[in-house]
């Protein structure tokens, strides 16, 4: 069956048929929220949340735009918000003190890539933090579009039509992104 | 092409958003300036740091996800069949009586003085029989039907009956029914609250045997983790041992690898957990769990690596 005989299925009640289209999406929008909040738990939640919604509001879509727009721009705004929200409100620690002395929650989390020399990985960690850091420091636009065309690979078109905005905005946003990791980054690079 | 240009396209040609023209002019202005080229170097730097950062997503994280989804959109479904019932069950009967709309304030106002009066004249017998016949939940679905005598039915109907049963867990019939809930596949939050229990009971041999098996093949990280609770005070025994070793070297969930290296270390015969730990720590990607193996080995003066 193919994307859009799935959507009006689902729209009519097959509970098959939309559990065939979360799971055909439902890893990429938890990658994305993983990467952009840095935190199983928040990722979960805007998981549910987009799902949710997706689930309530199908009716309402009418393939103006492709699903998997429509679907990011949900998942998209709900990002947006929770980023919003955490910079008014104070950082969750990500580093727990624990027994054997601080452990980082995010150790926790498969990295796609390991590698065994161990001052690479110090200086990979610390450089590591630092990107942390400057990214916690971008505008919640501007760490969203470099989260869809570095680690989700979208085009700049999408991510234009998944936030609204031209394809020249989205361009800007990722210029100036990678301006300021380029230049926070400086002696690492 | 001016050095502005070409440093404002270098992010782009990294990410291939640039016409194939202006990529030929920037690498043309590149091999021509010193300053553009380091430029470009750099943002070569800056995407192989970026790309190390990338988290994937665990397939633990996924599936509970995915259940927690699961739960509510059944959750959901329920709620609004329910609110869809009523609101047409009300509009189907305003359509078939077609009133004009000027009479509905009229006719709720009928309906709640004939709900009134109703509950005041009607016998109480009634309203009793109303209950305890066609509306008992224990009946899912009318099966067969067959007309009998002096204006009699028969209906044949399936019923679900839910029932309250206590005990003690030393009781056989309950600790049987907990085990099976304990292993009900449908149901995480069942098996949770079902090894809870079970447990507190570790001294019953089928009772550790049950904790084993969840603690080895459960899907879900929290029944994993109360069996693994509950099997700490056997953590010397060979088969728990063997589900201890098996959640190191495979478990997914780094906290419960974490307790499997506290308690095989603790109990068990050191020489035997070596191996266990040698091999964790080839293979483990999670720093803190290898930090925890390493230690564990230095402890045991073992050596950190195999050879």
Known sequence: MDEAALIRAAQGGDTAAFEQLVRAYDQSVLRL?????????????????????????????????SFHTWLYRITTNLCLDYLRKRKVRREEPTVLATADGPLDRMDM?????????????????????????????????ERLVFEMRHYQGMRLRAIGDV????????????????????????DFL | MI????????????????????????????????????????????????????LDVSPFLLRRSRDLLASAIEAERAHSSARRGWLQGLRALDLRIGFPSFTRPIGAVALIALGFFGARLLPLSSAIGMQAGLLDPSISRVRFVEPG?????QLVVDETRQRVISGRLDDSRIRTLLLSAAMDPSD????????EILKNRTESGDVRSALVYALEND?????????????????????????????LL????????????DLLTQNSNQELVVGVLQESMHKEGNGYIRLRCEKALRAMNASVETY
Not at chain 1, 165 to 185: D, H, V
């Open chain 1, 109 to 141: 989390v498969p990295e796609s890539r390991a590698h065994g020399d161990p001052q690479r990985s110090l200086l990979s960690k610390e450089l590591k933090g630092r990107i942390e850091k400057i990214l916690g420091e971008l505008t919640p636009r």
């Open chain 2, 219 to 247: 899907t879900n990280a929290g029944v994993r983790l109360k069996a693994l609770e509950g099997l700490k005070p056997y953590a010397s025994q060979a088969d728990v041992r063997k589900a201890l070793s098996h959640v």
């Open chain 2, 149 to 153: 005598t002096k204006g009699n039915v």
């Open chain 2, 3 to 54: 050095c502005d240009e070409a440093r404002r396209s270098i992010p782009l040609i990294h990410y291939g958003e640039i016409a194939f023209d202006d990529e030929e002019a920037v690498h043309e202005h590149l091999a021509l300036c010193a300053g553009c080229r380091s430029e470009f170097e750099r943002e070569h730097a800056l995407h192989r740091a970026l790309d190390e950062r990338d």
């Open chain 1, 33 to 65: 929220a993983l990467n952009l909040l840095r935190s199983p738990e928040d990722a979960n939640d805007i998981y549910q949340e987009t799902f949710l919604r997706v689930y309530k509001n199908l009716n309402s879509f009418r393939f103006d735009c």
């Open chain 2, 250 to 261: 495979a478990d997914e969930n780094p906290g419960l690898r974490a307790q499997a290296i």
């Open chain 1, 163 to 186: 936030l609204g905005t031209s394809e020249e905005a989205a361009k800007n946003c990722l210029f100036r992104a990678t301006q300021k990791l380029r230049s926070a980054l400086g």
């Open chain 2, 188 to 195: 995480p939050g069942l098996r949770v609250e079902s090894v």
